[in-house]
């Protein structure tokens, strides 16, 4: 193939009889697909039947670039993990910062694709054609910080190294990786997959030219954004990183608080971002290559498991949520370290803070007692959060219970703890909280991943006080240009420059010399969708599971959304997923259409006249 933007081929490498294969794709699968999220969606559901066990050897993990990777582009120094989650049991995608996608690119990739099982822990070291599987048992066991720094010992300079920590070497269903200490695959559990085939990383360097149509067009683009980026003065995200959210989150009632009771913490001050960078902020970062806006700023704190040490904890927004206040924790300096040691262990903190708060409030209803957990575990307890993070990652007493995510532990705990479990399809929700923002519920309910905040915001910012149906067709817009963004893949954060979705497109035009235009990029949008639904179909989704936790349908006892549920009621959820389907093109049970799946050119993918039999 010789178009520019794209390599035209797939590295897959079987671990289990260590062989590569080059795969060369057909040209319009990258038109239909373009890159990361998108490419992603075919290969995953070209490669995997359905019930395919995603800790088996037939599941397969996809590490994909974008056309821009590579290229003079703004915030393009990332990269996409598309596999079968073991959390969810669904399809996943996962994004993450670090130049693994670049040099991947310049090895003269579009992807590698990882599937089988070693018989004993590798690492994968990859350098342009040449692939080799490295022992990695003496790093079995090890956390993701010291693995990374061993493994930059070991290889070449300006190597990109990417690992999982115990927590994936365990099997951990929440188990994130980690890219050059910082970065992290969060949510869904790729961490497990990597785990389960005894892959304890990669190493990746290349030196190959990326092509682009008009590369004068990108850096035009590039230079504007970061000059009115760098004239911005005054501006929270550019001074502290996404903790500066914590205030926003709070003041439209959508933090989470003591396992989200309410949407408002009232100790919030506590968690100041300015005050934690004055006390604690080191002055430099670990943000993404290519990057213009720097957001990973890194702070002073003590690994909790190495008493009087120090080591840097770069938290995010998030985490300050879920390990802030949704455990009652108004101490920086302990959700510095429960961040750290998330990492270094290769856990996701969204899902470890659900969990946690879970297990608290289990604990001050009585249905959890101190002998089940071992200690008094009430909220506000940074040593008691410390301790159960460790119990969960080595699957240790309730931690074993708990390692599996709310939804399944509720499950195995019973006594009505079912009402109190935050997740949706199994994955737990991200810091804000639907109850202060109209039709959010409905882009937790369906994103294929389970509950995510970088599936699409209803451009409305008012409270759930008017019909949600209203703000789906602005919902389905934003969906859609969040699907371009992980599919170029440009960081979330790029609408704070601001990057457009206009824009976005010029990149795409420019670094492919293809024209598409807004059109068809929304209808590649809806493939793209359209495509994982039809692979969560394959494995029993259906509308009865697009729905939101009950904790959401309880009014918020306080703040600024009291009185609020994340809808008017039953009625409103029902008309505005009705309406979310139907500007999709699926029909009332979710399910896409045959003239839908027709129309994206998805029949092809599919046995039969329409494709539909095999839903
Ligand atoms: S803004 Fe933050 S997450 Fe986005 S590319 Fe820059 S460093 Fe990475």
Redesign the pocket.
Known sequence: MSMNGWNGRILWVDLTDRTTQFESLDEQIYLDFIGGKGLGAYLLFRELGAQVDPLGPDNVLLFLNGPLQGLPAP?V??WTLVTKSPHTGLFLDTHC?GPLGREIKKCGYDGIGIRGRSEHPVVLVIDGNDVQFEDARMLWGKGTQESTRTLHDMHKQGSAVFVIGPAGERLIPIATACCELA?QTGRGGAGAVLGSKNLKGLVVIGDGKIPAADVEQIRQINRALTKGWNEKTDYGFKDF?TPFLVELANSRGQFPTRNWRSGFFESHEGLDAATMNEKWGLGR?H??P???????HAFRTEDPSNPGSEVESTVEYETMGLMGGNLGIDDPQGVLKLNYLCDDLGMDTISTGTIIGFAMEAFERGILAEDDVGFPLNFGDVDGAIRLTKMIANREGIGEILANGVKKASEQIGNGSESFAVHVKGLEVPAWDPRGRRGLGISYATAEVGASHLRGWPQAVDMPEAPASEVMESLIDNRDTKILTDSLIV????YHLPLEHATKIDLLRAATGVDYSKESISLFANRVETLTRMFNIREGIGRSEDRIPPRFWEKHPNGPAKGLAAFLDEDDFNEALDRFYELRGWDKEGTPTPATIQRLGLDLLLPGPTGRQSL
């Open positions: 915030n120094g990332r910062g970065h990183g970062h943000s993404c290519h990057c213009v806006m720097r957001c990973t960081c979330h954060f790029t």
